[in-house]
């Protein structure tokens, strides 16, 4: 087998480096654990147990991710279309171990996911592929007219088997739901940021200060 072939890589992403990685799991943990004693998150409870009056412990009910990242390209050892294209385009390779400081300036939960929403630069987007949006079609409708990038996120937890792939579905869908006028019906000022809720246990938290997130552009083969 030629090496072009062996070389294309699980998935891109840009990797947050140790310490980055630490702050954000501490400011995600500190969500959690104040979302599920909130009155207005035990009110919509039925949305993650299925059943009235049982508790969550949001800490629990999610498995923590490791290895903090933003994927660009799933590529799937090449399997994935659009792989090897996104693999040889220049701007990849060029890229390839930089640094960048992503901004993650939102953090959402649902049922099934836990995610940091990362907001790309004008040169982190020559990263991000085209159809990232309009791949997510099947799942959110309206995906392809959302803005390139709005899928940009790192999974920070999933419910049990739940994969990571569905963090950017459902951030896509909080954003669908915004680009349709609905602001979320704001339910408090945390000291982290104005949290609203969507509906069927979406939460999204505006992070007052997005945190700058030291990340590496790299590869993962598993
Ligand atoms: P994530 O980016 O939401 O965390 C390995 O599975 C990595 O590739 C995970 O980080 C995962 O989700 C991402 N991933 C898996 N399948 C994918 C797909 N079809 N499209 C985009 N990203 C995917």
């Known amino acids: 087998v030629p090496l072009e072939?062996?070389?294309?890589?699980l998935f891109y992403g840009w990797f947050?480096?140790?310490?980055v990685q630490e702050k954000?799991?501490?400011?995600?943990?500190?969500?959690?654990?104040?979302?599920?004693?909130?009155?207005?998150?035990?009110?919509?409870?039925?949305?993650?147990?299925?059943?009235?009056?049982?508790?969550?412990?949001?800490?629990?009910?999610?498995?923590?991710?490791?290895?903090?990242?933003?994927t660009t390209k799933y590529c799937d050892y090449g399997k994935a279309e659009g792989a090897k294209e996104y693999a040889e385009q220049t701007v990849v390779k060029e890229q390839y171990c930089s640094a960048s400081e992503l901004s993650l300036n939102a953090l959402f939960v649902t049922?099934?996911?836990v995610g940091?929403?990362?907001s790309l630069t004008e040169n982190q987007l020559t990263l991000w592929p085209s159809d990232a949006e309009k791949e997510a079609e099947s799942l959110v409708p309206t995906a392809a007219s959302l803005p390139a990038g709005s899928r940009a996120h790192v999974t920070l937890g999933c419910a049990d088997g739940v994969e990571p792939v569905q963090t950017g579905y459902?951030?896509?869908e909080i954003l669908a739901?915004?680009?349709e006028g609905l602001t979320g019906e704001l339910v408090e000022e945390m000291e982290l940021g104005s949290l609203a809720y969507f509906g069927k246990g979406r939460w999204l938290l505006s992070l007052r200060e997005p945190i700058s997130a030291k990340a590496c552009f790299s590869s993962y083969y598993g």
């Open 5 to 9: 072939e062996t070389s294309i890589p």
């Open 16 to 19: 947050l480096v140790p310490a």
């Open 24 to 70: 954000v799991r501490c400011t995600s943990m500190d969500f959690l654990k104040t979302l599920d004693t909130l009155e207005a998150f035990k009110k919509h409870l039925t949305d993650f147990t299925g059943e009235a009056e049982k508790e969550v412990d949001l800490e629990q009910y999610f498995s923590a991710n490791s290895g903090l990242h933003c």
């Open 111 to 113: 049922p099934r996911t």
């Open 116 to 118: 940091a929403r990362v």
């Open 170 to 172: 459902d951030l896509l």
């Open 177 to 179: 739901l915004q680009q």
